[in-house]
Each structure stands twice: as C-alpha cells, then as structure tokens.
C-alpha cells in the first residue's frame, strides 16, 4: 500500500526477522558505545594497519577515544557500523516503529572538524 512506511529488510547475522521487520539481537553483549547515542560521540580520526580495514578513532563524551570497524555496533538504537572511511561511519540503526516493529535508519557520523 502507498500508505504504510517503506520497510527495508535485510538478513545480517544476529538479527531475527520477524514478520516485515527486523529486530535487534538483546541478548548479545553490548559494546561500549552503545552508553551513548550518535549525538554524543565524534569521529576524530583513522588508523590503518598493513592488510587490515581502515579502523575509526571515536570519542565519547568523556572524551575517550574508542576503535570502531566495520561490524561494531555504536549508539543506544543498535547500530551497526557498514563504513568507515577517512572522513565518515556509516552505520544503521534499528528503531522501534511504534507497532511492535523496528525499522532501519541510516546514519553518518563525520569526521571532526578542528
């Protein structure tokens, strides 16, 4: 229906699909960055390693820096982080619809300017 918001499925693994949503995986340990929501956290650089992905330094709020990759989750909404490069995380988010579902929300965390 025209009507009814756009659902985006997508099979990853420790997510269940569950009807036309995904949801999050609650039994999972949570990862750090998940104390704190996007908002909060600051993309303040990159390393790389020879034969490994480019790895993101991020800070929180109480201005620890943290490694983040490709695969690691970041915020309170389940985020999952599908990019990183020198100048951005993309990450998707998993965001209660309000009708006992989730939606995925795409969000981008830039590098900081100084």
């Known amino acids: 229906s025209p009507f009814l918001p756009q659902l ?7 997510e269940k699909r569950v009807g036309n949503s995904v949801t ?4 999972r340990p949570k990862e750090p960055l998940e104390d704190f929501g996007v908002d909060q956290l600051q993309m303040v650089g990159t390393i790389q390693r020879p034969d490994e992905p480019l790895i993101a330094l991020v800070q929180d709020i109480h201005t620890v820096i943290h490694q983040v990759n ?4 970041v915020g309170k909404n389940h985020g999952r982080v599908l990019l990183v490069n020198d100048t951005q995380i993309e990450l998707l988010e998993l965001v209660p619809s309000g009708r006992d579902t989730w939606i995925e929300r795409a969000r981008t965390i830039w590098l900081k300017d100084e």
């Open 24 to 27: 999050p995986d609650v039994n």
């Open 70 to 73: 490709i695969g690691s989750f």
């Open 8 to 14: 985006r499925v997508v099979d990853k693994p420790k």
